[in-house]
């Protein structure tokens, strides 16, 4: 299959030269690409952000190749390998680290997968620490001329390979709040919106004013469909669009409010009528 799209997803940044020279070698090879770049702006060597990051672009991407590089283990005895999913209508190349196994599973699951063993389609190369230039792009850009995959490499079991590093909610009992959930927070946004490991279908069972448990902090937020619907100054659960909660403001970051980061615990309980003497709000006097 000749494909004419491929999207780039990386923790290179855009200040050195590693992207340029990654779509370069691409398209010296396979001219007619059309490159997307769904990120460069992965946190260095943060692979479960990076897997996070393309499962929830994944299902937006074009058919063709895509090559997603956060690889720590760079030059080690990891594998470099490639993922055939959709029926051939996608090829997902990457180190087998778990970075790319949650978009495969977004995608409908592995069908096929290969080593990117052979070295007769990878760049000669004065050292091992740039597979992205080396192995990747030119193993991407004889997919995108029509080169079969079973040509890149021997196949391997899809079932022994690296799993993903998603998070899972869980119920939670506590003796001063309830039954509720623990979740976690997978992703802040430019805006400071902190995205959950839960959905609107998880707290589907609790009403829509919830108790929100950070630690030693308790706040109460509602469950909105915007962030408009959120009162000012106050905090709210959007539901975003991917389909997930998160903690939002209104024209002002969660995040930073709540001192809230990547990983960190929250638990969800259903907010009751009685008094909260646990509760903390934060009040601020404006001139």
Same mark, same amino acid.
């Given at each position: 299959?000749? /494909?004419?799209?491929? #999207?780039?997803?990386?923790?290179?940044?855009?200040?050195?030269?590693?992207?340029?020279?990654?779509?370069?070698?691409?398209?010296?090879?396979?001219?007619?690409?059309?490159?997307?770049? *769904?990120?460069?702006?992965?946190?260095?060597?943060?692979?479960?952000?990076?897997?996070?990051? %393309?499962?929830?672009?994944?299902?937006?991407?074009?058919?063709?190749? *895509?090559?997603? +590089?956060?690889?720590?283990? +760079?030059?080690?005895?990891?594998?470099? *390998?490639? *993922?055939? +999913?959709?029926?051939?209508?996608?090829?997902?190349?990457?180190?087998?680290?778990?970075?790319?196994?949650?978009?495969?599973?977004?995608?409908?699951? #592995?069908?096929?997968? /290969?080593?990117?063993?052979?070295?007769?389609?990878?760049? @000669? #190369?004065?050292?091992?620490?740039?597979?992205?230039?080396?192995? /990747? #792009?030119?193993?991407?850009?004889?997919?995108?001329?029509?080169?079969?995959?079973?040509?890149?490499?021997?196949?391997?079991?899809?079932?022994?390979?690296?799993?993903?590093?998603?998070?899972?909610?869980?119920?939670?009992?506590?003796?001063?709040?309830?039954?509720?959930?623990?979740?976690?927070?997978?992703?802040?946004?430019?805006?400071? $919106?902190?995205?959950? $490991?839960?959905?609107?279908?998880?707290?589907?069972?609790?009403?829509?004013?919830?108790?929100?448990?950070?630690?030693?902090?308790?706040?109460?937020?509602?469950?909105?469909?915007?962030?408009?619907?959120?009162?000012?100054?106050? %905090?709210? %659960?959007?539901?975003?669009?991917?389909?997930?909660?998160?903690?939002?403001?209104?024209?002002?970051?969660?995040?930073?409010?709540?001192?809230?980061?990547?990983?960190? @615990?929250?638990?969800? /309980?259903?907010?009751?009528?009685?008094?909260?003497?646990?509760?903390?709000?934060?009040?601020?006097?404006?001139?």
């Amino acid at each position: 299959m000749n /494909f004419s799209h491929i #999207a780039l997803l990386t923790d290179y940044g855009t200040d050195d030269e590693f992207v340029g020279v990654l779509k370069s070698v691409i398209l010296d090879v396979a001219p007619h690409a059309r490159i997307t770049d *769904i990120s460069h702006g992965v946190a260095p060597f943060d692979v479960r952000s990076g897997s996070l990051m %393309l499962a929830r672009a994944i299902q937006y991407v074009p058919k063709g190749v *895509i090559i997603a +590089v956060v690889d720590p283990g +760079v030059g080690t005895s990891r594998r470099a *390998i490639a *993922i055939e +999913v959709a029926g051939g209508e996608g090829i997902l190349l990457g180190p087998d680290n778990g970075l790319l196994a949650p978009a495969v599973a977004m995608a409908g699951g #592995a069908e096929r997968a /290969f080593e990117l063993s052979n070295v007769s389609l990878h760049l @000669e #190369a004065p050292g091992a620490t740039f597979a992205g230039r080396d192995i /990747f #792009a030119p193993v991407a850009a004889h997919l995108m001329n029509g080169g079969r995959i079973e040509d890149v490499g021997a196949q391997l079991d899809v079932d022994a390979l690296m799993p993903g590093l998603v998070p899972l909610p869980s119920d939670v009992n506590d003796d001063a709040y309830g039954v509720g959930v623990k979740c976690e927070v997978t992703w802040v946004d430019t805006f400071g $919106n902190c995205q959950l $490991n839960i959905g609107a279908d998880d707290v589907a069972h609790m009403p829509t004013a919830l108790r929100i448990v950070l630690g030693d902090d308790v706040r109460r937020a509602t469950i909105v469909r915007t962030y408009a619907d959120i009162p000012a100054g106050a %905090l709210g %659960l959007v539901i975003d669009s991917y389909g997930m909660l998160a903690l939002s403001m209104d024209r002002a970051s969660a995040a930073q409010s709540l001192g809230l980061g990547v990983t960190d @615990e929250v638990r969800l /309980f259903p907010y009751g009528d009685e008094a909260d003497t646990a509760m903390t709000t934060r009040v601020g006097i404006r001139k």
